[in-house]
């Protein structure tokens, strides 16, 4: 037997005003008389419940009178939209209480009525007519959101503050209400810290889009960042750290920028920016990190963690194994920072974190693991619970509530707690089964560091890939609930962690328009939704972050390819992109496409091996270009038994991927490509017919800093023969030192020509990161996609 090993490598290459001053914003409302509910004639985000346009409009001008019942809440509101007219007109608004009996007319009415009792407590009733407005709800909280869709109905020129004589507002008359009581947006600012003025900008935004909650992430490995008077330390050392990583973390080797960084925010601008939230309907979550994610805060005092340290506020991201020691005088420590953090943040939830908490320490600790051994625990997962549990009592007994992402449930979840679900929807499921209520915030549909567009055309990003369109696609309700368990479900929150988000125009860009299709998510029903016409009503949101000098994207403009094959080997090719009615253009040659390349229209079908590339030209330039490439070859469709499974999370753990002809992209994420992890390869295959099999060819991903290797191993078993045996041989890749070069090796087995039908395949990972690696011991991946078969 003759075999003859082929290796082949490719490199593959991974404000005119400032927005800042922003208060509220307003779109175009495009008239179409007689309408309800056709989505498309109203730029409105989120979509209201009900709506109806009428003939007619009317015109605010410096001598429109604001009107408003007597109570405070309310006149807070009317001073927020009057504040709002001026900042961008010459009109000075007169606020003036509703007397019964008087002409309305030339006014905008704000009146907290009982006739919308039978709205929830954020619902309001809004009706624009030619003598003037009106604004109906049953409590400030609605009357303010009946604003926000006011202020969107004003043309974008509103904003670039050139009207002098009217607002022209169109008719029509309008209910609504929200359908999940919590819509959160996150912002994170340990690791990187962002001044006042931005923060309450970042508010106005969530106001804008009826966003009730702002989760404040304030505490981190790399910066703590409020001030706590009985612990100073905690800023004076914990807000501060050396220097700072340049680029992304899994980039060896690391390089940092040598620049000192960090600040805090005080008590009183803690509370500047809590009472300007609270006047934009919006409760504050402060999350104040435990038992993990907290080197700051042991870096400032050590002798709250297991060890002696000494500590270092972490100048990169990750996971960090010293954590806080569940010891009497930490959780006195921690009673004390929480019982100053309750005194600025009025809310009824206090979050604690308690995700990614390595128990390295604590199965070293001799005081741990007696601990462990006294409350009767089982492991040190339920050591954590025990941690949580005395937390949320300390919580419960100040009247506030627990909450934490989804890590809480490990070892058992605390009596009241609320669970933050971020690692998938699983810990949201469970929570709520168990009757506990869930905030849902999948890292695939509300991790908005993740790229939206094509990395390539993009600021750098953590990494992953959420587009517009899957925001929007979001359901927070998961299928496996049933309706008693749904009502646990409590709503959906946007989450912006800032490691490569240094500035606030980074986070502006990040945020926008993702922001406004999770709004609709959380606020909308489901049957109200319709993608074509959101994408046409954010089209108008633009024109307003362009008056306003907004940094935002546009959004994706790749080309997905949708790819299925028969058991004949005929593989239909669909094309979709986020942009509606997009011109896409193709071949299938492998060349790039232009305008005289094929225009797709419609599905399609190839049959042979084949190179597909697409991409969207809009006004004579090509966009980004996507590449499917195609093998036809004699193992497609072939029968596999697997001796070892592939890990779930890549591909689905699909292992039919192999022979399914599709070949993987620069991505290991792409669907196409199988990752075993600290495993090794081994299947049976058996072709569809036997056929003269004359090599076996097989690529493989390399990304070191990702933890995933090159395998060190291959044979090849013959098993339909007189006598079978079998060929072996080694890759020879080296893995003595670092390359940080994403590739691709492809390697080609040549073998004699036979006639066979059955094969076994075994590929031998290198199972453990070396020892020069930063995940020394650890697992190691090897990724494989198409196994070919000529």
Not at 147 to 156: A, E, G, R, W
Not at 190 to 209: E, G, N, T
Not at 406 to 413: A, H, M
Not at 753 to 771: D, Q
Request: include cysteine; charge should be negative.
């Amino acid at each position: 037997m003759i075999a003859v090993l082929i290796i082949q490598n490719s490199n593959n290459m991974r404000i005119r005003k400032s927005f800042y001053a922003l208060l509220a914003f307003g779109l175009l409302f495009m008239i179409s008389c007689n309408q309800t509910n056709s989505n498309d004639q109203i730029s409105i985000i989120p979509v209201p419940m009900q709506w109806q346009t009428n003939k007619g409009y009317f015109a605010i001008s410096g001598r429109t009178k604001l009107i408003c019942s007597k109570q405070n809440e309310t006149r807070k509101v009317a001073e927020y939209l009057a504040k709002t007219i001026g900042s961008y007109t010459p009109f000075i608004i007169e606020i003036v209480d509703e007397v019964e009996g008087e002409s309305n007319d030339n006014t905008i009415l704000l009146k907290i009525d009982s006739s919308c009792n039978n709205l929830n407590n954020e619902g309001y009733r809004l009706k624009v007519h030619s003598d003037g407005i009106q604004i109906q709800a049953n409590s400030a909280k609605g009357l303010f959101y009946g604003v926000q869709s006011l202020l969107q109905m004003f043309p974008p020129t509103f904003y670039n503050s050139v009207i002098t004589s009217e607002i022209i507002v169109s008719g029509v008359e309008i209910t609504d209400q929200p359908r999940f009581p919590y819509r959160g947006m996150h912002l994170d600012v340990s690791r990187h810290m962002f001044p006042v003025c931005f923060i309450k900008r970042y508010i106005d935004l969530l106001a804008m889009y009826k966003y009730n909650t702002f989760h404040w992430h304030l505490t981190d490995d790399q910066g703590w960042r409020i001030e706590i008077k009985q612990y100073p330390k905690l800023t004076e050392i914990g807000a501060f750290r050396d220097s700072t990583l340049v680029g992304h973390s899994d980039k060896l080797p690391l390089k940092y920028d040598g620049e000192p960084y960090g600040g805090y925010y005080t008590r009183e601008q803690v509370k500047d920016i809590v009472q300007y939230a609270s006047d934009r309907m919006i409760t504050i979550i402060p999350e104040i990190e435990m038992p993990g994610h907290t080197l700051a805060a042991l870096a400032a005092y050590p002798e709250y963690a297991c060890t002696e340290g000494p500590f270092q506020v972490a100048g990169t991201w990750g996971v960090f194994e010293d954590i806080y020691c569940p010891k009497e005088e930490t959780f006195t420590f921690l009673e004390n920072i929480l019982t100053e953090v309750i005194d600025l943040f009025p809310g009824t939830y206090i979050h604690i974190g308690g995700d990614e908490a390595p128990k390295d320490r604590w199965q070293e600790s001799a005081f741990c693991q007696q601990l462990i051994k006294e409350e009767g625990l089982k492991d040190e997962h339920q050591l954590q619970s025990y941690f949580i549990r005395r937390i949320e009592t300390f919580l419960n007994s100040k009247g506030r509530k627990l909450i934490g992402w989804d890590e809480i449930l490990d070892g058992g979840l605390s009596p009241n707690a609320t669970v933050m679900s971020w690692r998938g929807e699983t810990g949201g499921i469970a929570a709520a089964q168990q009757g506990h209520d869930a905030i849902m915030t999948p890292g695939a549909y509300c991790y908005f560091n993740h790229y939206q567009a094509e990395p390539e055309t993009e600021p750098l990003a953590f990494g992953n890939y959420l587009t517009l369109k899957k925001v929007y696609s979001y359901e927070p309700v998961p299928e496996e609930l049933d309706s008693a368990e749904a009502v646990h479900i409590l709503g959906a929150q946007g989450n912006v962690w800032t490691e490569y988000l240094a500035n606030p125009e980074n986070v502006e860009y990040m945020v926008l328009p993702r922001m406004a299709a999770l709004a609709e998510v959380d606020w909308s029903q489901p049957t109200d939704k319709n993608w074509e016409s959101f994408y046409q009503r954010i089209l108008g949101h633009f024109k307003v972050y362009e008056a306003l000098g907004y940094h935002y994207s546009k959004g994706s403009y790749k080309v997905n390819m949708i790819t299925t094959s028969d058991s004949a080997g005929v593989w239909n090719i669909e094309m979709q992109s986020e942009i509606p009615n997009a011109q896409i253009y193709y071949t299938t040659t492998g060349d790039d496409p232009d305008t005289f390349s094929t225009k797709y229209v419609a599905p399609f079908s190839v049959n042979t091996s084949s190179t597909i590339k697409a991409a969207i030209i809009e006004n004579g330039t090509m966009k980004s270009v996507s590449k499917q490439i195609i093998s036809k070859h004699k193992a497609f469709g072939a029968k596999l038994t697997l001796k070892t499974s592939p890990d779930s999370r890549y591909a689905g753990g699909d292992a039919s991927k192999l022979v399914d002809g599709l070949i993987g992209g620069n991505g290991f994420s792409d669907g196409h490509w199988i990752g075993y992890n600290g495993s090794d390869l081994e299947l049976e295959m058996e072709l569809l017919h036997p056929d003269t099999i004359r090599s076996v060819s097989m690529r493989f991903y390399q990304d070191q800093p990702s933890w995933i290797f090159l395998p060190q191993e291959w044979s090849i078993a013959l098993y339909d023969m007189e006598k079978p045996y079998e060929v072996k041989g080694s890759f020879g890749f080296p893995v003595d030192s670092v390359d940080s070069r994403v590739a691709i090796q492809e390697v080609k087995i040549v073998l004699a020509p036979e006639l066979r039908s059955k094969l076994g395949i075994k590929v031998t990972g290198l199972r453990k990161n070396p020892s020069w690696h930063p995940g020394t011991g650890e697992n190691a991946w090897f990724f494989v996609d198409e196994i070919v078969v000529n």
